[in-house]
């Protein structure tokens, strides 16, 4: 990919230069402050590579009357190009001349939402049909117009194409109208921080994968799940019926994992366990957090957590002896919060991996996180332990993005959201599956252990990024290929032996990265598994019976809430206000994490 630049957009130039290298293009950035350096181009840069620039460097290579049509013939000789900041009235001339007088710009009123046309399905992929939320503060947005004969809207505001798509003999022009690419390296505080760039990050990841294929970085495996946190294990909790759940489940394609409190360990009877099993792959359970206490992960102390997951572990083993129903070791964090320093306890108590509704912890400025890491599938730079994203049922956005993204589509939702069915969720489900017939609705651990980002650097060869300590790969085409796997580890040294298909291989360690190659025939599956040094097991020490006491206490609350309170809202409200004052839930947490009452040194 070229992307010629200038003094007009140097710094725009820079930033897409970043972020398409960040999503695997390889880039040359070249100054292009007079038509001959684009004349002039390297050989290798020539068809069918892509090409990149704003309007203000086409404007300078415009300038030249005596070079315009060179210029003209030289872009459309590329297989594709990316002009953006086209501005109404300003760049029409330009425009005219490059498109071939079928395109102009104009001005409108903006609207809350951007949304993806149908007929732009070829570039969207999954977006296709969904809506985005758009920066609160536009009021009005420059967008495309003319002739457009031929051509495809992408993305529009107020239904005028922002970003299109205009075939001129083989060449791809997209045209998009945003005026700056955002830094890809600037830090960011929280997921929803994203947000106010997509007007101008989604053209250039439609752009990016448009123009590179299978050469840029994309998801492998697509997965879905269901996440509903906090249930006892019974026919009928709260206003959740796991019955016409199942039926649900059934008829709509989609399939559901309870996040269970291990507290809970000895109150799943073997009938019950039974009816929840007949359910099959299904549905499953997995870890949510141990006592499900306030801010349970938050704390600092990772020693403190270390045990914690330790705890959460065997009581989830004692259930599955008890009740011979099998879980999942997928952690869930009460109330969302969780410190860097849990982590390590989490890996180092055989957790794979966990999902939140953010990635970013508590103390999150011990790791900064900047905006095109947002696009990850995981965060896994701490200890090697991935996170991934969940989002509740609200919008098929969020989901959309994450498949095209190549990110598993996690959704959460608790028992109240069950009030009136299934509905809502099953519209969800329902879009998911037909923006990708390829969806598949496994166990968290199986989308989990299978998700990658992956790209062709030849034929037959891929690299391959990988987040989880167990990963799979299975070779889907047609002819034997070779691959590199990496997976990002802040310390290399902390993976003692790797094995792959159970038998132990050489660890390649290479610039904070671990390194396996290997070779697949078509169909076959590679499973790689990570070893980590054990760590000697402490003693677990009770918290007491006060602190006991106060779990107990804290349960018996939060089910009664469940069970009989939900369905009184006048008595609701005013009962959620006591708790908040008593300071008993994640709303009494500060914001720098810590928590308002003394947290046990030991359990």
Same mark, same amino acid.
């Given at each position: 990919m070229l992307i010629l630049s200038s003094d007009q957009s140097k710094r725009s130039d820079s930033n897409l230069a970043g972020l398409a290298s960040f999503l695997g293009a390889n880039v040359r950035l070249l100054d292009s402050?007079?038509?001959?350096?684009?004349?002039?181009a390297p050989e290798d840069l020539t068809p069918p590579a892509a090409i990149a620039l704003s309007a203000g460097t086409l404007a300078i290579l415009y300038h030249e009357k005596d070079s315009r049509e060179s210029v003209r013939k030289k872009l459309l000789s590329f297989r594709t190009i990316f002009l953006y900041g086209i501005a109404a009235e300003v760049h029409d001339e330009l425009l005219r001349w490059l498109s071939g007088g079928s395109l102009a710009g104009e001005?409108?009123?903006?609207?809350?939402?951007?949304?993806?046309?149908?007929?732009?399905?070829?570039?969207s992929h999954q977006l296709s049909g969904a809506q985005y939320p758009r920066k609160k503060s536009i009021t009005a947005c420059d967008v495309l117009a003319g002739g457009m004969d031929g051509a495809v809207s992408l993305i529009t505001v107020s239904a005028k194409p922002t970003f299109l798509s205009l075939q001129i003999g083989s060449c791809n022009l997209l045209v998009s109208t945003v005026a700056e690419i955002p830094d890809p390296n600037q830090p960011v505080g929280n997921e929803d921080d994203i947000e106010d760039h997509y007007d101008s990050l989604l053209?250039?990841?439609?752009?990016?994968?448009?123009?590179?294929g299978n050469s840029c970085w994309q998801g492998g495996w697509k997965g879905a799940r269901l996440i509903i946190d906090d249930p006892v294990?019974?026919?009928?909790?709260?206003?959740?019926?796991?019955?016409?759940?199942?039926?649900?489940?059934?008829?709509?394609?989609?399939?559901?994992?309870?996040?269970?409190?291990p507290w809970n360990q000895l109150r799943t009877s073997r009938a019950i366990a039974s009816f929840f099993s007949e359910a099959g792959g299904r549905f499953s359970i997995c870890v949510h957090g141990c006592d499900h206490a306030n801010n349970e992960y938050g704390s600092c102390d990772g020693d403190?957590?270390?045990?914690?997951?330790?705890?959460?572990?065997?009581?989830?083993?004692?259930?599955?002896?008890?009740?011979?129903?099998?879980?999942?070791?997928?952690?869930?964090f009460p109330q969302?919060?969780?410190?860097?320093?849990?982590?390590?306890?989490?890996?180092?108590?055989?957790?794979?991996?966990?999902?939140?509704?953010?990635?970013?912890?508590?103390?999150?400025?011990?790791?900064?996180?900047?905006?095109?890491?947002?696009?990850?599938?995981?965060?896994?730079?701490?200890?090697?332990?991935?996170?991934?994203?969940?989002?509740?049922?609200?919008?098929s956005f969020p989901f959309l993005l994450?498949?095209?993204?190549?990110?598993?589509?996690?959704?959460?939702?608790?028992?109240?959201?069950?009030?009136?069915?299934?509905?809502?969720?099953?519209?969800?489900?329902?879009?998911?599956?037909?923006?990708?017939?390829?969806?598949?609705?496994?166990?968290?651990?199986?989308?989990?252990?299978?998700?990658c980002w992956k790209r062709a650097v030849s034929p037959d060869r891929w690299e391959v990024r990988f987040f989880t300590?167990?990963?799979?790969?299975?070779?889907?085409?047609?002819?034997? *290929?070779?691959? !590199?796997? /990496?997976?990002?580890?802040? =310390?290399?040294?902390? +993976?003692?032996?790797? #094995?792959?298909?159970?038998? $132990?291989?050489?660890?390649?360690?290479?610039?904070?990265?671990?390194?396996?190659?290997?070779?697949?025939?078509?169909?076959?599956?590679?499973?790689?598994?990570?070893?980590?040094?054990?760590?000697?097991?402490?003693?677990?020490?009770?918290?007491?019976?006060?602190?006991?006491?106060?779990? *107990?206490?804290? !349960?018996? /609350?939060?089910?009664?809430? =469940?069970?009989?309170? +939900?369905?009184?809202? #006048?008595?609701?409200?005013? $009962?959620?206000?006591?708790?908040?004052?008593?300071?008993?839930?994640?709303?009494?947490?500060?914001?720098?994490?810590?928590?308002?009452?003394?947290?046990?040194?030991?359990?």
């Open positions: 402050s007079t038509p001959g350096t684009l004349l002039a001005a409108v009123d903006g609207a809350a939402h951007g949304e993806f046309p149908p007929a732009g399905k070829p570039f053209p250039v990841l439609i752009f990016v994968r448009a123009a590179c294990l019974r026919r009928r909790y709260g206003m959740l019926d796991f019955a016409c759940l199942f039926e649900s489940m059934g008829q709509h394609r989609y399939s559901a994992t309870v996040a269970y409190i403190y957590l270390e045990q914690k997951s330790r705890l959460a572990i065997r009581r989830m083993q004692r259930h599955q002896d008890r009740t011979g129903l099998g879980f999942e070791p997928i952690m869930v969302g919060r969780f410190s860097t320093a849990c982590l390590r306890g989490l890996r180092s108590s055989d957790f794979l991996a966990a999902i939140n509704s953010t990635r970013f912890p508590v103390d999150h400025d011990s790791a900064l996180v900047s905006l095109c890491e947002l696009l990850l599938p995981a965060f896994n730079r701490v200890y090697g332990f991935p996170v991934f994203l969940r989002h509740y049922v609200r919008s994450d498949l095209f993204l190549g990110r598993p589509a996690f959704m959460v939702e608790h028992h109240e959201f069950f009030e009136k069915g299934f509905p809502s969720l099953e519209a969800l489900a329902n879009r998911l599956n037909e923006g990708e017939p390829d969806l598949v609705w496994g166990s968290l651990a199986e989308t989990v252990e299978r998700t300590d167990t990963f799979c790969i299975t070779n889907d085409s047609q002819q034997q *290929l070779s691959y !590199r796997l /990496l997976k990002d580890e802040s =310390d290399t040294e902390s +993976v003692a032996s790797l #094995a792959l298909n159970g038998c $132990a291989v050489p660890i390649s360690r290479r610039d904070h990265c671990i390194v396996i190659e290997t070779s697949l025939l078509p169909g076959e599956t590679a499973r790689i598994q990570l070893h980590r040094p054990k760590m000697p097991s402490s003693t677990l020490v009770r918290g007491g019976i006060l602190y006991e006491g106060k779990v *107990l206490v804290r !349960r018996a /609350l939060s089910e009664f809430r =469940d069970e009989v309170l +939900v369905k009184h809202p #006048a008595i609701l409200a005013p $009962a959620k206000r006591i708790v908040r004052l008593l300071k008993a839930t994640s709303d009494s947490v500060d914001s720098e994490g810590s928590i308002s009452q003394n947290a046990p040194s030991k359990l």
